[in-house]
């Protein structure tokens, strides 16, 4: 004799996902009237209804036979609230209405990414995860590309600006960034807990960076004999086995030595 069951589609069909090594999988397993429990059971005949289907089944543990009725859940609209840098708007999105929304679960809109921060139930209360229909209102941030601050001097003026770039990104303080078609050099990087000078961090864990614009090649050109002399070994000015002192900066009338003066014997 045959038994109308009425179930929605959260039970799955040949669902083999997060199936353990001690865990027997069942070929769809759905529940027995009579076994009370889930058991596999054998598609007997199936018949489109609506969005969804009948199907007639036989418990493989107690040979009983019963219909299911698959029918998908109502989709709702949930008012998000989609912040982006410092623009925010608000969309409404479908989402089923048995679906469970957690803090940072993250779905794809407009080919962007966003993460869930809040979740804020009919009754006022925030949460950290509800069923769709119990949901006021929810929102969520960008999560595939963020904005870092930053703070840019030169000499002593210091002036603001922004950079929109992808979550995976990192900077390493000390190192060169190219803006604008300038250079500039990462002095320190904040991370709300404190500042690095020498450490990389990822673009999301930001809070502010601080840029200094590096000094002019002419800044570290040697400004001595002992220094170019120096600069030659290196090879910075070319090759030069035997560094000459340049006349240009050498005194007229005065001819350099490399020779030490002998001391006079005492007496």
Same mark, same amino acid.
């Given at each position: 004799m045959d038994e109308d069951t009425e179930l929605d589609d959260s039970i799955a069909f040949d669902d083999a996902e997060d199936i353990g090594e001690d865990e027997v999988l069942l070929e769809n397993a759905v529940l027995c009237p009579t076994c009370e429990d889930l058991t596999g059971h054998l598609i007997l005949n199936e018949k489109p209804k609506g969005n969804g289907a009948d199907y007639l089944l036989k418990c493989e543990e107690c040979s009983k036979i019963h219909t299911v009725h698959i029918r998908p859940p109502p989709v709702l609209k949930i008012p998000f609230v989609l912040t982006e &840098? %410092? !623009? !925010?708007?608000?969309?409404?999105?479908e989402i089923d209405a048995d679906e469970? @929304? /957690? @803090? /940072? #679960? *993250?779905?794809? #809109?407009?080919d962007k990414l966003w993460s869930i921060n809040q979740i804020e139930r009919k009754d006022g209360r925030l949460l950290k995860y509800c069923e769709a229909s119990k949901i006021a209102r929810a929102t969520a941030l960008r999560c #595939?590309? *963020?904005r870092v601050k930053l703070t840019m001097t030169r000499g002593e003026d210091s002036s603001a600006d922004v950079l929109i770039v992808p979550a995976e990104t990192k900077y390493t303080a000390g190192h060169l960034i190219d803006l604008d078609d300038e250079t500039w050099r990462i002095r320190a990087i904040h991370? &709300?807990? &404190?500042?690095? @000078?020498? &450490?990389? *961090? #990822?673009a999301p864990d930001i809070k502010r960076m601080y840029l200094h614009e590096p000094p002019n090649p002419e800044y570290?050109? %040697? $400004?001595? %004999? $002992?220094e170019r002399r120096q600069a030659w070994k290196e090879g910075k000015l070319g090759f030069n086995p035997n560094p000459i002192l340049p006349k240009e900066i050498v005194k007229k009338g005065v001819t350099p030595s490399n020779k030490r003066k002998k001391k006079r014997p005492r007496n």
């Open positions: &840098g %410092p !623009s !925010s708007m608000t969309k409404h999105i469970i @929304l /957690e @803090l /940072e #679960d *993250v779905f794809q #809109d407009d #595939d590309m *963020v991370t &709300g807990r &404190g500042r690095t @000078l020498r &450490g990389t *961090v #990822d570290f050109a %040697p $400004r001595t %004999p $002992r």
